[in-house]
């Protein structure tokens, strides 16, 4: 492979996205659209770059990146509640297009950096946990699917991080999907039995479900 492989993803990706974020910038005037699109656009060849790359880091800094996403996920976040009608839902979708914005670059700085202390890998899972929970909660009223979707990313960014710090064994990990898919039948039958909707039992069941499964998949070569 040509050694200037990974940088030519690179600079490709980020001319790509910072064309057609400007392209729906302009085109639409909404700026979280511009770095959604920017981002989804650029962050496939910057995974390549960094996984054919024998040091990543001398390029992109972790911190940097890592900072530079938080930034940008925080106008999105900012720029949906200033454009789009008040509401739960509308804080729920900017929530969602954040998270996308933001993750992906916490997850290599996660890998490739080193977390903060104050985070102990524990009380974020918990954290995380509880988060995903409540969304469930809110969403299932106002806004399923971005509630539901946000849900599963919350899950999922808490149980890497602390899968990235502490390994899990192969067997542990494996009990892990079983355990999900335990909870989303006890929670369907517990909706059915309490009657009412059954929405929110629906939901917190493919949170449960999926969750569990997605991480099982994303830790495969881990520990």
């Given at each position: 492979?040509?050694?200037?492989?990974?940088?030519?993803?690179?600079?490709?990706?980020?001319?790509?996205?910072?064309?057609?974020?400007?392209?729906?910038?302009?085109?639409?005037?909404?700026?979280?659209?511009?770095?959604?699109?920017?981002?989804?656009?650029?962050?496939?060849?910057?995974?390549?770059?960094?996984?054919?790359?024998?040091?990543?880091?001398?390029?992109?800094?972790?911190?940097?990146?890592?900072?530079?996403?938080?930034?940008?996920?925080?106008?999105?976040?900012?720029?949906?509640?200033?454009?789009?009608?008040?509401?739960?839902?509308?804080?729920?979708?900017?929530?969602?297009?954040?998270?996308?914005?933001?993750?992906?670059?916490?997850?290599?700085?996660?890998?490739?950096?080193?977390?903060?202390?104050?985070?102990?890998?524990?009380?974020?899972?918990?954290?995380?946990?509880?988060?995903?929970?409540?969304?469930?909660?809110?969403?299932?009223?106002?806004?399923?699917?971005?509630?539901?979707a946000s849900s599963i990313l919350?899950?999922?960014?808490?149980?890497?991080?602390?899968?990235?710090?502490?390994?899990?064994?192969?067997?542990?990990?494996?009990?892990?999907?079983?355990?999900?898919?335990?909870?989303?039948?006890?929670?369907?039958?517990?909706?059915?039995?309490?009657?009412?909707?059954?929405?929110?039992?629906?939901?917190?069941?493919?949170?449960?479900?999926?969750?569990?499964?997605?991480?099982?998949?994303?830790?495969?070569?881990?520990?």
């Amino acid at each position: 492979m040509n050694r200037y492989a990974p940088e030519l993803a690179l600079v490709t990706g980020g001319l790509l996205g910072g064309v057609f974020g400007a392209f729906v910038l302009f085109s639409l005037a909404e700026l979280y659209s511009a770095l959604v699109t920017g981002a989804v656009i650029a962050y496939p060849f910057a995974a390549y770059a960094v996984h054919n790359s024998n040091d990543p880091t001398a390029v992109l800094p972790p911190w940097l990146v890592t900072t530079a996403a938080a930034l940008a996920g925080t106008v999105v976040f900012v720029d949906v509640i200033r454009l789009l009608p008040a509401g739960t839902r509308t804080a729920l979708f900017g929530l969602l297009l954040a998270l996308i914005v933001f993750l992906p670059a916490a997850a290599y700085g996660t890998q490739y950096g080193s977390p903060p202390a104050i985070l102990p890998p524990g009380p974020i899972v918990g954290l995380t946990t509880l988060s995903a929970i409540g969304l469930v909660g809110v969403g299932a009223t106002h806004a399923p699917l971005y509630g539901t979707a946000s849900s599963i990313l919350f899950f999922l960014a808490g149980a890497l991080f602390a899968a990235s710090r502490h390994p899990l064994g192969r067997h542990r990990r494996r009990q892990i999907p079983l355990a999900g898919m335990t909870l989303a039948s006890g929670l369907v039958v517990i909706g059915v039995v309490l009657g009412g909707p059954l929405e929110p039992w629906v939901l917190g069941s493919l949170v449960a479900a999926f969750g569990p499964l997605i991480f099982y998949g994303l830790t495969a070569d881990i520990g």
